[in-house]
């Protein structure tokens, strides 16, 4: 099992929801933070949100706009990524990636998901 796997992308219209999930192993999942960025094409890539290993501390990027939201669930040791209002300018690959940053540089953390994509249409 991988360290980090996302899912949940997809194609959605413009004011749809979509819930993105990191699923991560026990060990990550426990002992790391978890961060949520994304990257389009020619960009760097962008954070989004932070959840501490304790589930404490949640961070989001001004750009979120409390148009998305972050939780995990220790049951199955998955990290989410609630997106709701969604716009064409979100259109990205989503990935997941943990360490031991509360920063939200890219740089700071050491594991990373294979990346989603998600799409949004006018």
């Known amino acids: 099992q991988a360290d980090l796997v996302e899912s949940g992308g997809g194609s959605a219209q413009a004011g749809a929801s979509m819930r993105l999930s990191c699923a991560t192993s026990?060990?990550?999942?426990?002992?790391?933070?978890i961060a949520w960025f994304r990257q389009t094409l020619g960009k760097e890539r962008e954070f989004i949100a932070l959840?501490?290993?304790?589930?404490?501390?949640?961070k989001y990027s001004t750009f979120v706009e409390g148009r998305f939201a972050i939780s995990k669930d220790s049951a199955n040791h998955t990290v989410y990524l609630q997106m709701n209002s969604l716009k064409p300018e979100d259109t990205a690959v989503y990935y997941c990636?943990?360490?031991?940053?509360?920063?939200?540089?890219?740089?700071?953390?050491?594991?990373w998901g294979q990346g989603t994509q998600v799409t949004v249409s006018s």
């Open positions: 959840v501490d290993w304790r589930g404490d501390r949640i």
């Open positions: 990636a943990a360490g031991h940053s509360l920063g939200s540089g890219p740089n700071e953390y050491f594991i």
């Open positions: 026990g060990n990550t999942f426990f002992t790391k933070n």
